[in-house]
Structures are given as C-alpha cells and as structure tokens.
C-alpha cells in the first residue's frame, strides 16, 4: 500500500507544481472564479470540480510537505483527492491547444489546468548566451530524410540530453 502511495504522492508533487500562494492568489482572482466548473455543472455530470480541488490541495500541502508527512497526516479522501488530480492534470496535459485565446488571454485549458493547481508555464525555460552554448543534433525518425534542430547547453547537461534522448531515437551530437 505504501508503494502505490509513495508513487502517488511523487506523480502529485511533480504535477501539482503551484505553491500555496501561488494557487490562493488564483483562485481568489476573477480569472480564477471562472476557472473549471460550475457546482451544478459538475454535478450534474457526477464529476470533482476544480475549485473543490484547488481548497483540497492547499489544505494538502499545509499539512505535508514530505511523503512521510503526508503518510501520517493525510486522510484517505487527501489520497483519493491526489489520485483525481493527477489524473485531470495527467489528462488535460495530453490535450493539443494553446495556452493562449486570440485576443491574449489565458485560455480555457490554461484555466482548467491552473485550476487544477498545474502551471504549464513553469516547463519554459529561458536561456542566455552566458549560461548555455549551441549543440547541433541530428537525427533520424524512421522515415525518410533525416531532421536537424539546435538545442541549447546549459552547463553540462548535454550528456544527460543525450542519453535521455537516445532512448527516444537515436542522436548525433557534435559541439559546435
């Protein structure tokens, strides 16, 4: 049983990656009101709403920080909340769409998402000339013709880039 909950509670951590306040100043906001369902909209088709999930996760992280914290202090409807979350955000993770709407603002997915205490935005990383270096990498798909791209090196990750990859398709990278 602890195993299945020590996966659990590592899958939560990584996907629920708002803070307490971070999740507290969307929720409270006029964006966030509007963010995921209705109580009659989600009652009606017997489903967990996101605001109840957003109270649910700030009550969870108050009271654990650690898996063995939350083995002792969560309750099973904390584990079975936990269990929905990382079952929406896996899901809605899944689903092609912008994070934007034509006019700029946050779309229904970003809202459904951050409702859900997941900010995709956060996976955005920024590079600067100073830390990182251009890597050239080949490699072939499968099909015909092969595709190129340049990804950035930060310090010395490029090896585990490498290898994280290669299990993917294979890659040739050279220093540029």
Known sequence: ????????????????????????????????????????????????????????I???????????????????NDWDWAQKQVSFISR???VKGRYSDDK???????????????????????WSESDSTMVSANFSTGEPGVRSFIVKKVKNKTKKFAQYFREIIPLDIKNQ
């Open 92 to 94: 809605m993770k899944a």
């Open 58 to 76: 700030i009550r969870m992280k108050r009271s654990a920080s650690s898996f063995k914290q939350a083995l002792e202090k969560w309750s099973d």
């Open 104 to 126: 700029g603002g946050k779309s229904r997915l970003l809202l459904s998402l951050l409702i859900w205490g997941h900010d995709p935005r956060k996976y955005k990383k920024t």
């Open 1 to 56: 049983m602890a195993d299945k909950k020590e996966v659990l509670w590592k899958n939560w951590k990584t996907l629920v990656n708002m803070s307490v306040n971070q999740l507290e100043k969307f929720l409270d906001s006029e964006e966030g009101s509007e963010a995921g369902l209705s109580k009659k909209e989600a009652s009606k088709l017997d489903i967990s709403r996101g605001r109840d999930s957003a109270r649910a």
